[in-house]
């Protein structure tokens, strides 16, 4: 790996952590439910985009509106567990979680992750 490029990724690590700890709890919490969203919704798009279906075509499949589809991709409403169970059988995939703890509570860790099969 390139040492400019790992100087510029630690830079923007710890400037990112400086932002993250000048947060309160509850933009913490926030912060975070918008990064899990973020994940399951790329993926969701890859997947879309492997088989071919436009967002119309998977709110149609899932039974709701393309306005209230493109309103949870844009961030503006969040991805509840229903909807996301309904764009899963839609798509024909399966979602699975993992666990991570931060470093300090165990030694051992389990990579989170996000994964989806056909």
Do not use: C, H, W
Request: aromatic share 8%.
């Amino acid at each position: 790996m390139n040492m400019n490029y790992e100087a510029k990724s630690r830079n923007t690590q710890e400037r990112f952590k400086k932002i993250m700890d000048s947060l309160t709890e509850p933009e913490k919490i926030e912060s975070d439910s918008f990064i899990l969203m973020s994940s399951f919704l790329s993926l969701i798009e890859i997947v879309q985009e492997e088989k071919g279906i436009t967002r119309k075509e998977l709110a149609s499949l899932i039974k709701t509106s393309p306005s209230y589809l493109t309103q949870v991709f844009r961030g503006d409403k969040p991805l509840n567990f229903i909807t996301l169970a309904k764009i899963q059988q839609a798509l024909g995939i399966r979602f699975t979680v993992g666990v991570k703890q931060p470093k300090k509570e165990s030694t051992t860790r389990k990579k989170a992750k996000l994964e989806y099969q056909y």
